[in-house]
Structure formats: C-alpha cells, structure tokens
C-alpha cells in the first residue's frame, strides 16, 4: 500500500496522489480511485521533469495509467487472496483508506487522514472497523490552531492587504490550493477580492477537481445538480504569459501559487516582485528558513535570482487530522493493536506512552 520511496514492489494500491506516497509507483500495477490516478498523473510527469534520475521513465505514466485499476469507494475488489476496498479519507480529492480482509482479520491503512475541508466530505461519514490499524499520526503530538481561526486571519490580512496591491498565497498544489480557491470564492466581497490568478500545477489540479464532481462534499454535488454550482476554474486565471501577469497584478487581486514551500514554481516569481505573501501549513526549506526571519536567495523558474523576503503570515491550515480527529479515528475503529507511520522522531515515545507502536521506514510487519 503507497509506493513512496520503495521501488521493490509490483503492484500498488495507492491512497492518494502526494507524491510521498506515489513517486515509486510508474511500472507498477496500481489500484488507485480515478481522481487519485488523474491527480498523480500530473505530479508524476511533473517529477520526472524535475528530476530525470527518477528509477522510471516519463513514457511510464501513460503505461502505468492505461494498466491500473480504477476503484471507486465502497466496492471490494480482490489482490490475490485479499479482498481490498477503500473508503473516503477526507484529505484530497480522491484520497482513500485501504480495508484488506484475509482469513478472517482486517487490516485498515489509512494513507494521510483527513479534516474539515470546503470541498470534501469528512471521513467521520463511515469509518471501517479492523483489527490491526496502520495510520498516520503528522498531528498526534501537535496542537494546531482551530481551522476557523486560521482562515479568520486570512480573511482578515487579505481585506487589509489587497487593498495596496496584489497578494501570493503559496501553496500545496494538490488539496491546499483548491481550498483556498473556494474560500477566496466565499469571501470575495468582504475581502476586496477583483482576480484571482492560479499558477502551474495549481490550476491543472483544480481542473481534475471540478472534473471529478462526485468525489467533492454533499452539498457541491447537490448545487451541481441544481445547475448553480459555479467551477473553481471559472472563478480563476490561469494566465499565459508574463505580460498578463504583470497587468493583472494590482490591488485586488489574489495569486495563488505552488509551491507551498517556495522550493520552486511560480510562487518564487511572485515573492521575487516583492509581493506580500502568506505561507498555509507545515513547510519544509527553503520556507522553514524564512519563516525564522532569514532573507533567503531562490531562483524562479525562469532562472531570475534574488532575495525573498520572510512572509508576511503563517497559517497552520493543514489537510491532515487533527490529534482529536486522529484520536476519535481510532477509537472508532476499535483496532485492538495499532501501528503509527509519517508522524515526527519526537512522537515516538509519547505513541508509545499511548499504547501505540511505531513503524520505521522499511520495517516488514507480519500479520
Ligand atoms: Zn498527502
Ligand atoms: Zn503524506
């Protein structure tokens, strides 16, 4: 389940399309729901352009796509002699957990869990019960501010800033950049909102999401069916040239650009001009490093190089669980042994405390 790092596997029932998740998974035969296949399409050629020394070849993908398995949520299918289905996990569009049931025993893995979201449904809806537990824990020893008060202080910061000229939010190309889409879509008149511009991956991922409206919440389906569902993509500018960038950027207008953490695309472009920007969640460098105040130099895709500036807010909106929302996931499963992946070094113990067991990368566990 989930081909992150590990190239020795043959087949691949995939979560979701992060690539910590999927960037082993080309040239394997691969379970995955449709939007998680669309979504990691995109990523993957992405990667190999990035990094050509990937262990698989761009002409993979397509291979790899025309020979996988489609799953929807709630239909068991057979691997060998497991019988597998997934279930909604609430962190992506497409996202799922893995039930496998075998001679009797279900093992449940979560892949990355979910919380409230704008676009997808919650996977407190149904959660499957099993006997072992494989789940994340990114949030088990974190508290995080509210969701609420976090997009508050965007709503706020955004209706004082855009007044005096264009704002980046940078982030996540896959799940962050289409939640900030909806919620500057719901606040547009109180914020000041005239444009909103959506970078690279940013935009072709937002694309799969109004593509694949069955797999977002209730109430989109609903106001699709209705015919009054109005597409993130017309809400938004994918511009094609720096020509209609550089016009479109003035007060009221709202940038929203990969990547979340300024390790490269166009966010780095717009940070370059000066513009104000906010950075959504947990980042990694060169961002960590701005955000402990250091001016750090970056270079944008168009090979410019300069000095960026720390941001001008930080908000801890994250697509993962909560530890309350992680904490009740598990009881809900009524799991009697449960074993924890993708969390912090520092956890380990304090998980351990709670009568949980850690997993390290590449350990085989036997059920
Ligand atoms: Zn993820
Ligand atoms: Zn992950």
């Given at each position: 389940m989930d081909?992150?790092?590990e190239?020795?596997?043959?087949?691949?029932?995939l979560t979701?399309?992060?690539?910590d998740?999927?960037?082993?998974a080309?040239g394997?035969?691969v379970?995955?729901?449709?939007?998680?296949?669309a979504?990691?399409?995109e990523?993957?050629?992405?990667?190999?352009?990035?990094?050509p020394?990937?262990?698989?070849?761009?002409t993979d993908v397509?291979?790899t796509?025309?020979?996988?398995?489609?799953?929807?949520?709630?239909r068991p299918?057979?691997?060998?002699?497991?019988?597998?289905?997934?279930?909604?996990?609430?962190?992506?569009?497409?996202?799922a957990m893995?039930?496998?049931e075998?001679?009797?025993?279900?093992?449940?893995?979560?892949?990355?869990?979910?919380?409230?979201?704008?676009?997808?449904?919650?996977?407190?809806k149904e959660?499957?019960?099993a006997d072992?537990l494989?789940?994340?824990?990114s949030?088990?020893?974190k508290?995080?501010?509210?969701?609420?008060?976090?997009w508050?202080?965007?709503?706020?910061?955004?209706?004082q800033r855009l007044?005096?000229g264009?704002?980046?939010?940078?982030?996540?190309?896959?799940?962050?950049v289409?939640?900030?889409?909806k919620?500057l879509m719901?606040y547009?008149?109180?914020?000041g909102l005239?444009?909103?511009?959506?970078?690279?991956m940013g935009?072709?991922a937002?694309?799969?999401?109004?593509?694949?409206?069955?797999?977002?919440?209730e109430s989109?389906?609903?106001?699709?069916?209705?015919g009054?569902?109005r597409?993130l993509t017309?809400?938004?500018?994918?511009?094609?040239?720096?020509?209609?960038?550089?016009?479109?950027?003035?007060?009221?207008t709202?940038?929203?650009?990969?990547?979340?953490?300024?390790?490269?695309?166009?966010?780095?472009?717009?940070?370059?001009k000066?513009v104000?920007?906010?950075?959504?969640?947990?980042?990694?460098?060169?961002?960590?490093?701005?955000l402990?105040?250091?001016e750090?130099?970056?270079?944008?895709?168009?090979?410019?190089?300069?000095?960026?500036?720390?941001p001008e807010?930080?908000l801890?909106?994250?697509?993962h669980?909560?530890r309350?929302?992680?904490?009740q996931?598990?009881?809900l499963?009524?799991?009697?042994?449960?074993?924890?992946?993708?969390g912090d070094?520092e956890?380990r113990?304090?998980?351990?405390?709670m009568?949980?067991h850690?997993l390290?990368?590449g350990?085989?566990?036997?059920?």
């Open positions: 081909a992150g790092v190239p020795g596997v043959d087949k691949v029932i979701h399309a992060h690539l998740h999927s960037l082993m080309p394997k035969e379970y995955a729901t449709l939007p998680t296949l979504l990691a399409k990523l993957w050629l992405d990667a190999k352009s990035l990094n020394d990937l262990p698989w070849e761009a397509q291979k796509l025309n020979s996988s398995f489609r799953v929807p949520y709630g299918f057979k691997v060998g002699d497991a019988t597998v289905t997934l279930f909604n996990a609430g962190h992506v569009l497409g996202s893995v039930l496998v075998c001679e009797g025993k279900r093992l449940l893995y979560t892949g990355d869990l979910g919380t409230s979201s704008f676009l997808l449904d919650h996977w407190s959660v499957p019960q072992v494989v789940t994340e824990s949030y088990l020893c508290d995080r501010p509210s969701a609420k008060k976090e508050s202080r965007l709503l706020y910061f955004l209706k007044r005096e264009p704002v980046l939010i940078a982030a996540n190309a896959v799940g962050k289409q939640e900030v889409i919620f719901n547009k008149e109180q914020i005239n444009a909103v511009i959506v970078e690279g935009f072709r937002t694309k799969i999401y109004d593509e694949m409206i069955e797999y977002l919440k989109e389906v609903t106001a699709w069916l209705n009054n569902r597409r017309d809400f938004v500018t994918f511009p094609s040239s720096l020509r209609e960038r550089l016009d479109m950027a003035r007060p009221g709202a940038v929203v650009a990969p990547s979340g953490s300024l390790s490269g695309g166009m966010s780095v472009w717009w940070a370059l000066g104000p920007y906010v950075l959504l969640g947990h980042v990694f460098e060169p961002a960590s490093s701005l402990a105040g250091g750090v130099t970056l270079k944008d895709p168009l090979g410019n190089e300069g000095v960026v500036r720390p807010l930080h801890q909106i994250s697509r669980a909560t309350q929302e992680l904490l996931f598990i009881s499963t009524k799991a009697k042994e449960v074993y924890l992946v993708h070094e956890c113990s304090e998980a351990e405390r009568g949980f850690n390290k990368d350990e085989e566990l036997t059920f």
